[in-house]
């Protein structure tokens, strides 16, 4: 923490992670805050894939927090990333979100930079007619990019700003390795992208995601086909620290039982009897892993998912857009040596998900309620006891909101909150 940074004043409940702060949602000194001490601290940030950037001088954007970046690969085939921003008067130098390039140049003044973000050339840096130019102490070296550390998970880029933060692998844990390795098993194509305005804080579309307790209940589509419940053999795999988490369920495991029947769930489509499927194929699957794994979605803080829901594989990425928005960007992902038919299933299953997915469509809207319905008493807080105070993995049931007191672990200990 620096004098010049914003100081956060809202005031955690004494009773710790199992209350969430509702002032959390709306502060802009918290959101301020969150964009240095999390997203440019001493995390990694999910950049985009290796095959997105195939050949020297590709390119993609990615944003972590509210700092654009270019993740490019250079001349000799290696790849770095850069603040998307000319170190003379800050403009932004690239704008498309995807290309390629020779060398990255402003447009306002012409400041040109290698692939590896070593400034090049400054016009009319020697003046001209023996008038203006630079400084004689202006030194070319002094004002390339702005370089973040990369590193690689089979396939998947991740970006830092700390130069103190762990290597990749010794930041997320054994699990979230384990998943990786599991789902980026082989390389993937890339099968197309979505992109959804969400009308709530970023911190609640994360809430929703490292929380399996609503799954069976908001998505009763889900429910009611038999697709996810809590009658499966399942599991909330944790962190040691609780930062990141791995659920997952297995659909041919499901034991049945009476509670999807039950009066506690009148209110949603799970015990509606009329409901079915004209076209049963988009949900036909194959076992890609050989596990029996049908839901799994893994979390890494701060701002990175790994979905796989059947054979729809995705990455999902939550931007903050201030403290009242934020934008959740979905990349939807095959093998490349998928056939025609296995391709075709994967783009037919990818209506379960994304902005109007037969699943994920009621995520995008659930925060809009929650950030609507607590304006009016920022001073009161979320209750998160199902399943008491744990931050462990549990096993044998998903009724839990571990991850998300295991999210706040960690985002207690880099706010200083």
């Known amino acids: 923490m620096t004098a010049s940074e914003p100081q956060p004043t809202v005031a955690w409940p004494k009773e710790g992670i199992t209350r969430i702060p509702y002032g959390l949602y709306f502060e802009p000194a918290i959101h301020e805050a969150e964009m240095q ?6 995390v ?15 390119y993609r954007l990615a944003e972590i927090g509210d700092t654009s970046v270019i993740l490019v690969r250079n001349g000799t085939g290696a790849l770095r990333a850069f603040v998307n921003r000319c170190a003379h008067k800050g403009t932004q130098l690239l704008y498309e979100p995807f290309g ?29 007619n023996g008038k203006g130019g630079m400084p004689g102490t202006f030194c070319h070296a002094d004002h390339g ?26 930041y997320f844990s054994p699990v979230f390795i384990h998943n990786t390795e599991r789902v980026a098993n082989r390389p993937f194509r890339v ?4 992109s959804q305005w969400l009308d709530s804080n970023w911190k609640l579309y994360w809430e929703n995601t490292s929380d399996p307790y609503h799954a069976t209940i908001l998505h009763g589509w889900a429910t009611k086909l038999k ?5 499966m053999e399942g599991a909330i795999e944790m962190s040691a620290n609780g930062w990141h988490h791995f659920s997952w369920s297995k659909m041919a495991t499901d034991q049945g039982g009476e509670i999807y029947d039950g009066r506690e769930f009148r209110t949603g489509t799970a015990n509606y009897s009329g409901f079915g499927l004209n076209d049963p194929s988009v949900i036909e699957q194959w076992d890609d892993y050989g596990d029996g794994i049908t839901t799994a ?29 934020s934008e959740l960007k979905w990349t939807i992902l095959g093998y490349a040596d998928d056939d025609e038919r296995k391709t075709a299933i994967r783009i037919k299953q990818g209506n379960l998900i994304g902005p109007s997915g037969y699943i994920s469509m ?8 929650v950030q609507r319905g607590i304006a009016g008493d920022k001073d009161k807080a979320a209750v998160i006891e199902m399943d008491g105070r744990s931050i462990e993995t549990i096993r044998g049931s998903r009724a839990s909101e571990c991850g998300v007191r295991g999210f706040y672990t960690g985002y207690r200990a880099l706010m200083g909150l």
């Open 297 to 325: 979605i893994q979390t890494a803080f701060p701002n990175f998912v790994l979905q796989q829901i059947h054979n729809t594989v995705a990455t999902r990425t939550i931007v903050p857009r201030g403290p009242l928005a």
């Open 37 to 42: 001490r999390i997203f440019r601290g001493p």
């Open 44 to 58: 990694w940030n999910f950049l985009g894939l290796d095959v997105e950037v195939p050949n020297p001088g590709d």
């Open 100 to 128: 390629s390039v020779k060398e990255l140049m402003c447009i306002y003044h012409n400041w040109l930079y290698n692939l590896d973000g070593a400034l090049q050339s400054v016009p009319f840096a020697k003046g001209l």
């Open 145 to 170: 990019l702005t370089a973040l550390r990369v590193e690689t998970i089979n396939g998947l880029v991740f970006g830092t700003f700390s130069d103190r933060v762990e290597p990749l692998r010794d």
């Open 227 to 231: 697709l996810n419940r809590f009658t």
């Open 362 to 369: 009621e995520d995008g809207m659930v925060g809009a309620l």
């Open 191 to 194: 099968l197309g992208y979505y």
